[in-house]
Nanobody, 119 residues
Framework: QVQLVESGGGLVQAGGSLKLSCAAS????????MGWYRQAPGKQRELVAL???????NYADSVKARFTISGDSAKNMVYLEMNSLKPEDTAVYYC?????????????WGQGTQVTVSS
């Protein structure tokens, strides 16, 4: 079992910045990929950014050039630096990980952290 704890959400004005953090803990696992999804009211959950163990990254078109995902494999941490925030970035942001445990692949979600961007 892997536990995820997110932090860093909050209220910010348009054009501002926030940095989200997610810490993964548990026993006997290795991270295959970590990322962030978001869900705005009345909308489906969508991928924001993903980083693999090989450090390749994937971003939603709507956040490219504004958001940066990074990871610290030694600490089992993933970060999302969000710049030039827009009101449409308002959503609950969820940490997501894919882990390898004893040869099997599993995925886990964090509890979510609210990001609100005021205009």
């Amino acid at each position: 079992q892997v536990q995820l704890v997110e932090s860093g959400g909050g209220l910010v004005q348009a054009g501002g910045s926030l940095k989200l953090s997610c810490a993964a803990s548990g026993r006997g696992f290795s991270l295959n990929a970590m990322g962030w999804y978001r869900q705005a009211p009345g909308k489906q959950r969508e991928l924001v950014a993903l980083i693999s163990s090989g450090r390749s990254t994937n971003y939603a078109d709507s956040v490219k050039a504004r958001f940066t995902i990074s990871g610290d494999s030694a600490k089992n941490m993933v970060y999302l630096e969000m710049n030039s925030l827009k009101p449409e970035d308002t959503a609950v942001y969820y940490c997501y990980v894919i882990v390898l445990t004893g040869g099997s692949v599993s995925s886990y979600w964090g509890q979510g952290t609210q990001v609100t961007v005021s205009s």
